[in-house]
């Protein structure tokens, strides 16, 4: 009953986000259609977002491998299911604790304060909870301490990060009705600030132009399956077709495969924005009855592909640049005497496209480019740092990725052995 309610219902996004429409419905006293409508549809529009990440990821792995391939690369990549997997054994019933009570306390400093966000990012909850857990034992504090410590900073972090970030995301959505709950925060206000001091907001990605014989580039899209084309083809003529067809397209033609990849990477991105349309759509007004009832004037803070919609081209050049960063910082990493980090795809993605957008926001193109960039080298360097804190946990060879988690975990670190 204990993993049924922590982790099937508070730790699945899609449930978390359906139950609290729902509430706000039954609290508007909506008619029972318009209860099960919104329900639904808000628990559809986070699976169909989910779906295309899917989609997306499984295009990305394929093009990771390739890589890996073509260039003979050998390093740390950092996987926050896999560190929170290995660490459940040792933390499973702290992190349940703090998760839930975490998850109380962001409610009541919502109630009470001027911060009104709630976190509905579920299983970033849960991975900021066991980061919580595991870093505070090695402060000799009993369970309940760490429990009683960890909520409170899970609580304030799901406040506080989301109003960090909401001045900017008033300027993407052009309105105060959504913001952002997703532990990759500290790099996007970097790469807004960045992007603030570098660029020129009144030259904006979606603003580029096009000559007529190129049109078809302004569907995002069709922009997006060529540029991922462009790199899949780059990295098949490196790896060749041996490698290609005897483990990865099942004998299919090595180009075919890699184009036919490309577009299934543009399509996963289409299936994305679709579902976050159709959950935003639900999720605003469903929420009216909790800012009305419990929240006055509350905010639902949400998965960072929330803003993706509000400038397309600047998830293009966001995921890019911060992916360029990455390569980057391979080189990087080792002459600051610490471990290589290999470029995830996948956080190189969706938080380089994030902060692509963000910097979009106040900076413009060059603002994109330069966000996302500065936030991609942050996405490496910071991993890295956090891995000694991790390594004296048991937890050598991998490290969370998103910025949020390497920098909690690095200031809490230092402080415990500032007083130990």
Known sequence: MFDLIMKDILGTPAILVGLFALFG?????????DVVSGTLKTIMGFIILGAGAAVLVGSLDIFGNMF?????????????????????????????MIMLVGMLVNIVIARYTRFKYIFLTGHHTMFMACLLAAVL??????????????????????????????????????SDDIAVGHFGSFGYFVAAKVAKLTGDKT????????PKSLGFLRDSSVALALTMAIMFFVVAMVVGPTYIEENLSDGANFLVFSLL????????????????????????????????????????????????PFAPNAVIIGFLSSFAAGLLSMFLLPLAGLAVIVPGLVPHFFCGAASGVFGNAVGGRRG???????????ISFLPAMLMPVLGSLGFEGTTFGDSDFGIVGIIIGYIINLFS
């Open 368 to 378: 994109a480019i330069i966000g996302a960039f500065v936030q991609g080298l942050l």
């Open 203 to 210: 030259k904006s990605t979606e603003d580029v132009k096009v």
């Open 68 to 96: 890996e391939k073509a260039f003979n690369i050998q390093g740390v990549i950092p996987n926050n299911e896999a560190i929170v997997a290995m660490a459940q054994n040792a933390f499973g019933a702290e992190t349940a």
């Open 137 to 174: 034992s090695t402060s000799g504090m009993g369970s309940a301490m760490i429990v009683i410590v960890g909520s409170i900073i899970l609580g304030a972090l799901m406040v506080l990060l989301p109003a960090m970030l909401q001045p900017t995301v008033r300027e993407i959505t052009g």
């Open 25 to 33: 419905l039954i609290l508007q006293k909506k008619a029972i259609t």
């Open 261 to 308: 990849q490309a577009i299934t990477f543009a399509a996963g991105v289409f299936i994305i924005l679709a579902g976050v349309r159709m959950l935003i759509a639900e999720i605003v007004p469903a929420f009216k009855g909790i800012a009305d009832k419990v929240v006055p004037n509350a905010k639902p803070a949400l998965d960072v592909p929330i803003v993706f």
